[in-house]
């Protein structure tokens, strides 16, 4: 009896003094014992507490020619690299050695180009950088060195190329927008489009 006493007075202890594990499912257990769980239990687990793991956990990261970001558990990005094209984000064109916040909030899904980003909130993207070839799905071709708006309507996902894009709307359609001398926007044709086009896939083509 005394030794089941002294058992549980130190899982008590440890219940309220003991860093915890938190796991990506949002369970939570004592980070000592860690090494008693069976391995696929313990794939996946951050130490920390649960400001850390909400705020500095990143769920996506993208990689452009010379710049990253990071969506973080919060719904904040990140980005840093090379800024001298506005990909950044951050409303100018200076580099950046350390991760510099954006001042989106909410994103959902994010997207890296060779020099473009994008990220979606709600159903809306939001995009910044380099947009010679309309790539951003502006409709122009303006840079944009912090994120706006597109005209893009509602999407799924993103993804950016090198000079081009493509989108999932909610009814599973694709559709692309951007530079087409290869016919990367799936039309059948190589003519660009500065506003989204649906794909057509060989069985539609006339």
């Known amino acids: 009896a ?5 058992e549980d007075a130190e899982a008590g202890a440890a219940d309220l003094g003991d860093p915890l594990i938190l796991r990506e499912n949002g369970g939570a257990e004592d980070a000592d ?19 850390d ?7 996506e990261l993208g990689l452009g020619a010379a710049h990253s970001c990071a969506l973080f558990g919060d719904g904040s990005v990140k980005c840093w690299g090379e800024g001298s094209q506005g990909q950044l984000g951050s409303g100018g064109t200076t580099g950046a050695m350390l991760p510099q916040p954006l ?17 979606i909130i709600g159903s809306d993207v939001w995009a ?31 993804a950016l190329g090198g000079r081009h894009g493509c989108a999932i709307r ?37």
């Open 128 to 158: 910044w950088g380099v947009n010679g070839d309309a790539q951003l799905g502006t409709g122009d071709t303006k840079v944009a060195l912090a994120p706006v708006l597109t005209n893009l309507g509602p999407v799924k996902r993103v």
């Open 53 to 59: 793991f909400v705020t500095d956990h990143a769920g």
């Open 33 to 51: 014992r860690a090494d008693l769980l069976p391995r696929d239990r313990r794939d996946g687990v951050l130490r920390g507490d649960v400001a």
């Open 2 to 6: 005394a030794e089941l006493e002294k």
């Open 103 to 119: 001042s989106l909030q909410g994103a959902e899904r994010i997207s890296i180009g060779l020099s473009s980003c994008a990220a």
């Open 170 to 206: 909610p009814s599973g359609s694709l559709v692309c927008w951007g530079a087409n001398e290869a016919g990367q926007l799936g039309t059948g044709d190589d003519k660009p489009s500065a506003t989204p086009v649906e794909v057509v896939f060989p069985s539609e083509v006339p």
